[in-house]
């Protein structure tokens, strides 16, 4: 399983950025967005699950970012809008073969790359 994340680049505070996660071999479970800002441990944003797609965001997203995704694609999607400063970090996709939401990084086995987010004041 490989997961190859992008769409990350640099913003204005109250834009909006799309990232994409796409997803080879095979189809896992539940996919997530985790970002890590500088000097700060990887914290979970959004999730979603495969076949149903159930979400679950962290209370910072809420209401401001949306996880999708799209199976003929076989991509994971985060919509960014209403970017603050504080957003600005790498975003990383992550996978789990799991069937079910979760928003620990420790229980996702599967790891993309990231892609640096950048939102300026």
């Known amino acids: 399983v490989q997961l190859q994340a992008s769409g990350g680049g640099l913003v204005q505070a109250g834009g909006s950025l799309r990232l994409s996660c796409v997803v080879s071999?095979?189809?896992?479970?539940?996919y997530a967005w985790f970002r890590q800002a500088p000097g700060k441990g990887r914290d979970f944003v959004a999730a979603?699950?495969?076949?149903?797609?159930?979400?679950t965001y962290s209370d910072s997203a809420s209401g401001r970012f949306t996880i999708s995704s799209d199976h003929a694609k076989s991509t994971v999607n985060l919509q960014l809008n209403s970017l603050k400063p504080e957003d600005t970090a790498v975003y990383y996709c992550a996978g789990r073969s799991a069937r079910s939401l979760a928003t620990s990084s420790g229980l996702y086995e599967y790891w993309g790359q990231g892609t640096q987010v950048t939102v300026s004041s």
């Open positions: 071999g095979r189809t896992l479970g539940t």
């Open positions: 979603i699950t495969w076949i149903n797609s159930r979400r």
